[in-house]
């Protein structure tokens, strides 16, 4: 079972983009869900993640303020609502689900994540 990411484009400088992720409800209902992201020559770095109730969220420094993940359970998705976008964002935006049950701390480490979705390219233009 895979998660499937998407929403990826190409956008200028302030632009908005959501990204989605499908993740299939029997498999990561329990789990807390993430999105990553890797620009070209560098690591994969986490952006945000929400807990497995979907109560919790947590951002890296570069997405406080713009960025907002959120999860429909019964829907069985992920979202990451993308503001205020930089051309430093872009990236292949990944999204990943915790090997953690029940999780629900603020340490998120992509060590933590054993599922992993194909990955959708975002790219801001100057």
């Known amino acids: 079972v895979q998660l499937q990411a998407s929403g990826g484009g190409l956008v200028q400088t302030g632009d908005s983009l959501r990204l989605s992720c499908a993740a299939p409800g029997r498999t990561f209902s329990n789990y807390a869900l993430a999105w990553f992201r890797q620009a070209p020559g560098r690591e994969r770095e986490f952006v945000a993640a929400?807990?497995?109730?979907?109560?919790?969220?947590y951002y890296s420094d570069s997405a406080k303020g713009r960025f907002t993940i959120s999860r429909v359970k019964g829907l069985h998705r992920v979202y990451l609502q993308m503001n205020a976008l930089r051309p430093e964002d872009t990236a292949v935006y990944y999204c990943?689900?915790?090997?953690?049950?029940?999780?629900?701390?603020?340490?998120?480490?992509?060590?933590?994540?054993?599922?992993w979705g194909q990955g959708t390219q975002v790219t801001v233009s100057s």
């Open positions: 929400v807990d497995w109730r979907g109560i919790s969220s």
């Open positions: 990943a689900a915790d090997s953690r049950r029940y999780y629900s701390g603020s340490d998120y480490n992509r060590a933590d994540f054993g599922s």
